[in-house]
């Protein structure tokens, strides 16, 4: 899942530390290793502030753990596939599932996004009121200085772009799944693949419009 799909999934749960948790590790490349190899073996920090972060994070694994099982997820993932392949995008130079897996995910949170403005409005509000000092904190509790260093920078970016709200358009979204890979590959897409990918995305947006809520149900 991606940041409006964890918080849309775990309301009422209205707490900023909690909601900040929650995209710690979607801002913070390489956090499922710390997860796997520090968090589950470390016990909760006794600081509320700080028990309400690392449950955040600890909720995101446990989302993502039923939500990538999902066979209707998979469905999805495979339905963008045969889109980007129909617009003759070449599954030689790019991972297609990869990027189909990270273009579902981004597509809930605009249906989200785009039918409840307001779940947007709020998520942001409520990341908005954690303090980055106490979030700091917790990645000191967890002794990860160039992992801390990483996430202030994503974080501040993320909140003063509010990168959500770019989700309307889809020229945009296309950007955001770019920018995602090449991190991850270090390939990039060619402005021709761009295209391909914008429509492919137009022609999907339909479909995640009538199913993104039963994908969001474990």
Same mark, same amino acid.
């Given at each position: ?20 948790? /929650?995209?710690?590790?979607?801002l913070?490349p ?17 600081? =509320? ?6 449950q ?11 939500f ?16 980007? /392949? ?7 130079? /790019? ?11 981004? $597509? ?7 039918? @409840? ?14 303090? @980055? ?11 990860l %200085?160039?992992?801390?260093?990483? *996430?202030?920078?994503?974080? %501040? ?9 770019? *989700? @309307?358009? +889809? @020229?945009? $979204? ?5 920018? +995602? ?13 761009? =295209? ?7 022609? $999907? =947006? ?13």
């Amino acid at each position: 899942m991606h940041f409006l799909s964890h918080y849309y999934t775990e309301q009422p749960n209205q707490s900023p530390f909690f909601v900040a948790g /929650l995209g710690i590790p979607d801002l913070t490349p390489g956090f499922a290793r710390i997860h796997n190899s520090i968090i589950l073996k470390k016990p909760a920090p006794e600081q =509320d502030d700080l028990k309400e972060i690392h449950q955040g994070i600890v909720r995101h694994y446990a989302g993502d753990k039923w939500f990538h099982a999902s066979a209707l997820f998979a469905k999805h993932v495979s339905l963008f596939c045969s889109a980007f /392949l129909k617009e003759g995008l070449d599954r030689e130079r /790019l991972r297609l599932s990869v990027i189909a897996h990270i273009a579902v995910e981004m $597509m809930i949170d605009r249906q989200i996004m785009l039918t @409840e403005r307001i779940v947007c409005e709020r998520f942001y509000e409520k990341i908005m009121m954690a303090d @980055e000092k106490m979030l700091l904190c917790y990645f000191d509790f967890l002794k990860l %200085g160039k992992e801390k260093n990483v *996430f202030i920078s994503r974080f %501040g970016f993320f909140k003063e772009k509010k990168f959500l709200f770019l *989700f @309307e358009e +889809i @020229e945009k $979204m296309v950007f955001g799944v770019d920018r +995602i890979y090449s991190t991850v590959t270090q390939t990039k897409f060619t402005n021709e693949e761009k =295209d391909k990918f914008i429509a492919a995305f137009h022609n $999907m =947006d339909a479909q995640i419009r009538y199913s993104w809520k039963q994908l969001l149900k474990p």
